[in-house]
């Protein structure tokens, strides 16, 4: 009877894990918005850093940008620009984050308060950014990144 009892108990907990899989139920604490707020904490830190590994697994090959000054550039013009040295970003702060997202896609805005040299210059901009994410393979990617600045009246 144990034995029978043993058996049913460990099929009903294999199903169980089988319908978890299936419905790609997380773990709590694992939500896309927690999965989404970490990259850009990771993306901000390789910023700093001027960390090319960590953007490259960030940012989808696709990728494109529209920076502050309405200029457009691809994932690879984007790798060339950090690579040269010629810009050098001092310090980033980002605030007023919101998550939005829909199914295998998502859309974060923020404010960034970034304070950078360029070619020798010190620029100081304060900027709202809107980064669109897509779910690949399983693993969350920037997609387009638009970035606006904020202008002082």
Request: aromatic share 6%; net charge neutral; proline share 1%.
């Amino acid at each position: 009877m144990k034995r029978i009892a043993f058996v049913v108990g460990l099929v009903v907990v294999v199903f169980a894990v089988a319908i978890l899989a299936q419905t790609g139920a997380k773990p709590k604490g694992q939500t896309a918005e927690q999965e989404l707020l970490k990259l850009e904490q990771e993306w901000t830190n390789a910023d700093l850093k001027s960390d090319w590994a960590t953007m490259d697994r960030i940012l989808a090959d696709d990728y494109v940008l529209t920076d502050r000054d309405g200029e457009v550039s691809t994932k690879a013009q984007c790798e060339a620009f950090m690579r040269s040295g010629e810009d050098k970003i001092l310090t980033l702060v980002t605030d007023d984050m919101k998550v939005r997202v829909y199914g295998d896609a998502a859309v974060v805005t923020s404010r960034a308060t970034i304070k950078e040299t360029e070619k020798g210059k010190e620029i100081s901009d304060v900027c709202r950014i809107t980064n669109t994410w897509i779910k690949k393979a399983g693993r969350w990617q920037c997609v387009a990144t638009q970035g606006t600045r904020i202008v002082q009246k």
